[in-house]
């Protein structure tokens, strides 16, 4: 079956880092568009980064542009978050997700980041 598993999260200083992996089973991982959503307690859930099936595209939104990198390898079906300069309004849970060319979509469980002196 399908399954995408996030591991990574944690507790984190403002100004600190972190890695967050997502890692595909259960389908053709190099045919879908991956992407990082989060969601802030009260807020609905938010389009962070994108990345093409191939890795040569990403896209961000613009409260982490210049501060978080996604990235990807076909051969372990897995896709990365890496996380610089974390601000208090980076707290979310964030999810993985994978969007395919039919628009078939696909979740995480998400895992939780939290920014806090």
């Known amino acids: 079956q399908v399954q995408l598993v996030e591991s990574g999260g944690g507790l984190v200083q403002p100004g600190g880092s972190l890695k967050l992996s997502c890692a595909a089973s259960g389908f053709t991982f190099s045919s879908y568009t991956m992407n990082w959503y989060r969601q802030a307690p009260g807020k609905e859930r938010e389009l962070v980064t994108s990345?093409?099936?191939?890795?040569?595209?990403?896209d961000y939104a613009d409260s982490v542009k210049g501060r978080f990198t996604i990235s990807r390898d076909n051969v372990k079906n897995t896709v990365y978050l890496q996380m610089n300069s974390l601000k208090p309004e980076d707290t979310a849970v964030y999810y993985c997700?994978?969007?395919?060319?039919?628009?078939?979509?696909?979740w995480g469980q998400g895992t939780q980041v939290t920014v806090s002196s």
């Open positions: 997700n994978a969007r395919g060319l039919y628009s078939q979509m696909y």
């Open positions: 990345i093409t099936r191939t890795g040569e595209g990403t």
